[in-house]
């Protein structure tokens, strides 16, 4: 009998803890997903920058995943390093012929070595150039890659002791890219998940990603292998800004999105996603004036199947708010309440919490 009682005592604090990992809550109607973190106010995809999203009280905060010359998983939002780190002043001759350093072709210990910043761009002189000139100064401070495995117990942590029950929305980045190098992203991202609790679809976690084949695979062969079924989120393109690849041999081409704005498209994207992620266009017309507000065809055909709508990215820079919207607060109404999407990916997670009166 004492076992017993025993034994009961060690499976009601074992479901206490996972309930601090994974957090099986209740999902407010519509929620807010910290686009890279508070990347608004501090260098994306950095460990402060998620921290400070943390505090900002969102209901999921989201990684971009791509792995590592040693099959390491870091939290990076493109698959080379150029654009946010000091790669090419470390490592000069580690660029490949287009110029770019690919996260692939380098070791976790080596990425560890890089100084993170502001996004920049190089200037005719090739002088860097921070991307939003007012965010973060870039170089300033010292910021570095963290790894997915980090950035999860630090969202694990935090909840444990503010309690908040802030969720994970990773995204599986060019996974024919990976596969193509042989490597099985989407099968490590899983098992990260797993791993840290995340196995099902009341858990508190979106897996996004860009490539219908590679979600098809996950939700079909990966996923039931696994014993695991998580929320799955299509993230929708256009074929011509070559977001995702399909590889013959060596020659990769563009992978077709047009069949996603047709009539059935979402029928078809039911069929093995939850949700989708659209660019912001794709749910009101740039065309769009203050006084004519024109929702898209595609966010009736989503609701319809049940699809949730995460539009992204939300942006309170100077410049990035579209000319039917007065201001960032009246582009998060008309997102929110004309469109009635269900979450939106921002920057600024403070000032979508705050419009939703959290
Ligand atoms: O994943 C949603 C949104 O982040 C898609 O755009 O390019 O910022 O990953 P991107
Ligand atoms: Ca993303």
């Not at 939290?75 to 692939?104: C, Q, S």
């Not at 990773?170 to 995340?198: C, N, Q, W």
Request: charge should be neutral; proline fraction near 6%; hydrophobic fraction near 40%.
């Amino acid at each position: 009998m004492k076992k017993r009682i025993r034994l009961l005592g060690m499976v009601i604090v074992t479901n206490i803890c996972a309930l601090n990992i994974s957090w099986a809550g209740e999902e407010p109607e519509q929620i807010v997903i910290a686009h890279r973190g508070a990347s608004g106010y501090l260098p994306e995809h950095t460990l402060p920058a998620k921290a400070l999203a943390y505090g900002m009280k969102p209901d999921y905060i989201e990684q971009d995943v791509v792995m590592t010359k040693d099959d390491q998983l870091v939290v990076l939002h493109d698959h080379y390093l150029d654009r946010v780190t000091n790669v090419a002043e470390i490592f000069p001759n580690r660029a490949r012929k287009d110029g770019r350093y690919y996260a692939i072709d380098f070791t976790l210990a080596e990425i560890k070595q890089l100084k993170v910043t502001e996004g920049f761009v190089l200037d005719e002189s090739g002088q860097p150039k921070a991307a939003f000139q007012g965010r973060f100064p870039i170089w300033q401070s010292n910021f570095s890659v963290p790894t997915f495995a980090e950035e999860i117990e630090m969202i694990q942590g935090l909840n444990k002791t503010l309690g908040y029950g802030i969720g994970l929305y990773p995204e599986i980045k060019a996974p024919a890219f990976h596969r193509h190098e042989g490597k099985d992203i989407s099968k490590a991202v899983l098992t990260m998940l797993k791993k840290y609790g995340y196995t099902n679809k009341q858990d508190k976690v979106y897996l996004q990603s860009f490539d219908p084949i590679e979600l098809k695979r996950i939700d079909k062969e990966l996923m039931p292998a696994m014993g695991m079924d998580l929320k799955l989120v299509q993230l929708i393109a256009y074929t011509d800004w070559n977001e995702t690849m399909v590889y013959n041999g060596d020659k990769a081409t563009p992978y077709s999105y047009d069949w996603m704005f047709k009539a059935d498209g979402m029928h078809k994207v039911a069929q093995y996603a939850d949700g989708i992620g659209p660019w912001k266009p794709m749910v009101i017309d740039e065309k769009s004036t203050p006084t004519n507000i024109k929702v898209m065809p595609l966010v009736a055909f989503a609701k319809k199947e049940g699809l949730k709508i995460h539009p992204y990215t939300f942006r309170a820079d100077e410049g990035r708010i579209p000319s039917y919207a007065t201001d960032f607060t009246d582009m998060l109404d008309i997102f929110y309440n004309k469109a009635k999407v269900d979450g939106v990916f921002t920057d600024f997670p403070d000032k979508a919490v705050q419009f939703l009166n959290r």
